[in-house]
């Protein structure tokens, strides 16, 4: 379950950054349904045979309920500062150098710490990754794998 969530907050946090809206019911919305898909992708990864349909279930429910959150805390500043030090932190840190934020005006706060980067099966150049959020001083941790895109760009995996 830890694993599940560990997932599932990564993909959250890293796909909070694309639903850019100001409006609070909207990000909430958002972040939900953002929440939900990544966390049944992460069940999917997760659960096996006759557990698979379980985990899926399970990782839609923590998805979203995490996605709810993120979504109603994050401001469109906080989503902006999380996609810069995240793009900026992939392209350029060494392994294991964190790469923080802060947002002054919501008090919101995070960290990416990148690892050693390699070349996946189809031949992309990829590396995983630790990322934080702290919003209203509880903090938030989860791992992703992100990928360089043809125009340079690093693309959220999982």
Request: glycine residues 16%; hydrophobic residues 30%; contains cysteine.
């Amino acid at each position: 379950m830890k694993k599940l969530m560990a997932l599932a907050t990564a993909g959250l946090m890293s796909l909070s950054v694309a639903a850019c809206s100001s409006d609070a019911g909207q990000k909430e919305q958002v972040g939900t349904l953002l929440g939900a898909g990544v966390g049944a992708l992460a069940g999917s990864k997760i659960g096996g045979g006759g557990g698979r349909d379980i985990a899926i279930a399970a990782g839609a429910l923590l998805g979203a309920g995490l996605g709810n959150q993120i979504g109603k805390s994050l401001d469109r500043a906080d989503r902006l500062a999380i996609q810069q030090t995240t793009q900026r932190s992939l392209e350029s840190a060494p392994s294991g150098q964190t790469t923080s934020w802060t947002n002054p005006d919501s008090g919101n706060s995070g960290t990416v710490t990148p690892q050693p980067a390699y070349t996946n099966a189809s031949g992309q150049y990829c590396r995983e990754f630790q990322q934080t959020i702290t919003v209203g001083g509880e903090q938030q941790s989860g791992y992703g794998t992100a990928c360089r895109q043809p125009d340079g760009s690093w693309e959220i995996k999982s």
